[in-house]
């Protein structure tokens, strides 16, 4: 089975463009959780543009309180902290999530854009990689599909590889003639992964339309969805936007 862990940052932004707690975050994740997702996932940034620290400490609080619901926190572990933002690793090991993915993106990025160059920061990594292991966290490194990158993966210590998904979903929605190769490319990263003893979750721009095809990678585990299952919301509810990515994991 290949979990769904719903990424609730729009949620959050929706609710910082006004006063007040409108949308609830935490209630936002409790229905999902009772749409039957297996896990939330938070990417807190310095800039607090969506979630905010109180918000990943109350959902680690609600995940610890369902039985076989995991609870992942994505970041960039270089980020320092910034007014009451404590930084990625003070707050992850403050939070204790199930996963912590760590995310080579910028302060100033819009969204995640590309994986780690594991030759230019992976003596840097592997301490910090360490450091959550021994706090009895997961990790998890958000990586392109390039197999030396992904030997390095395994050479510094992470658990699982998330594989950036944003170049199939774009040749996806642009009926592009690049697709066959760029979906080969992340079969043979996911297999390669296996191979080396490293878990396979994915990740960006995935929705209902390209999720059906990238479902069938060898191994995957996980998949992060947030942007297109909110938007999804919209026009059908959150449980049941929910409860139509699972049926498509699951092949329904």
């Known amino acids: 089975m290949i979990a769904l862990s719903v990424n609730l940052n729009k949620i959050a932004l929706i609710r910082n463009s006004r006063e007040g707690n409108y949308p609830d975050v935490l209630a936002h994740g409790r229905i999902c959780l009772d749409a039957g997702a297996q896990g939330l996932t938070v990417h807190p940034r310095p800039d607090q543009r969506h979630i905010r620290p109180g918000d990943v400490r109350q959902l680690a609080e609600l995940c610890r309180g369902w039985d076989g619901v995991e609870f992942n926190v994505e970041g960039n572990p270089f980020a320092e ?23 080579p993106d910028s302060n100033d990025q819009l969204t995640s854009d590309h994986g780690f160059d594991l030759k230019r920061d992976g003596a840097r990594l592997e301490p910090l990689i360490a450091q959550l292991k021994d706090a009895g966290i997961r990790v998890s490194l958000f990586m392109d599909p390039i197999l030396d990158q992904i030997d390095l993966a395994k050479a510094v210590g992470a658990d699982r590889i998330e594989l950036y998904t944003g170049p199939y979903a774009e040749a996806v929605a ?65 449980d049941n936007a929910v409860t139509a990515y699972l049926n498509c994991l699951s092949g329904k």
């Open 81 to 103: 902290p910034l007014q009451d933002y404590p930084g990625l690793m003070r707050l992850v090991e403050e939070t204790q999530p199930d996963q912590c993915t760590l995310v």
């Open 174 to 238: 642009r009926q592009s003639e690049t697709l066959e190769a760029i979906f080969a490319a992340h079969c043979a990263a996911a297999e390669h992964a296996r191979q080396l003893g490293l878990g396979v979750n994915a990740g960006h721009d995935l929705n209902l339309i390209n999720l059906p095809r990238y479902r069938t990678l060898p191994g995957l585990q996980e998949v992060s969805i947030g942007h297109a299952l909110t938007v999804d919301a919209i026009n059908m509810g959150l």
